[in-house]
Nanobody
Framework: QVQLVESGGGLVQAGGSLRLSCVAI????????MGWFRQALGKEREFVAA????????FYSDSVKGRFTISRDYAKNTLYLQMNSLKSEDTAVYYC???????????????WGQGTQVTVSS
């Protein structure tokens, strides 16, 4: 059974940092794009960041560009999201995803994690 398991969420003050991790269990996604999405209470799931299968290309939403960094460790089969200069509007459940069906920024990936809560207090 394929699983994506996120960790690293929590409560942080505005201006602080967190690093999210997503480990893939059951298969490797080394040649597939992976991404991070988030969903705030009462809002639709939105794209945050994605990385290509090779790891050479990264993509970010305008709202996080310059503050968040996506990366992957192929040896550990793990995806990361380093989040700096956090704002209250970053508060959401963050999901990792693998294998996009359409575009990397569309929430139609084949595999999803269970989500991890990030809460930024102002």
């Amino acid at each position: 059974q394929v699983q994506l398991v996120e960790s690293g969420g929590g409560l942080v003050q505005a201006g602080g940092s967190l690093r999210l991790s997503c480990v893939a269990i059951g298969r490797t996604f080394s040649m597939k794009a992976m991404g991070w999405f988030r969903q705030a209470l009462g809002k639709e799931r939105e794209f945050v960041a994605a990385v290509s299968g090779s790891g050479y290309s990264t993509f970010y939403s305008d709202s996080v560009k310059g503050r968040f960094t996506i990366s992957r460790d192929y040896a550990k089969n793990t995806l990361y999201l380093q989040m700096n200069s956090l704002k209250s509007e970053d508060t959401a459940v963050y999901y990792c995803a693998a294998v996009p069906r359409i575009n990397y920024d569309h929430p139609s990936y084949d595999y999803w994690g269970q989500g991890t809560q990030v809460t930024v207090s102002s």
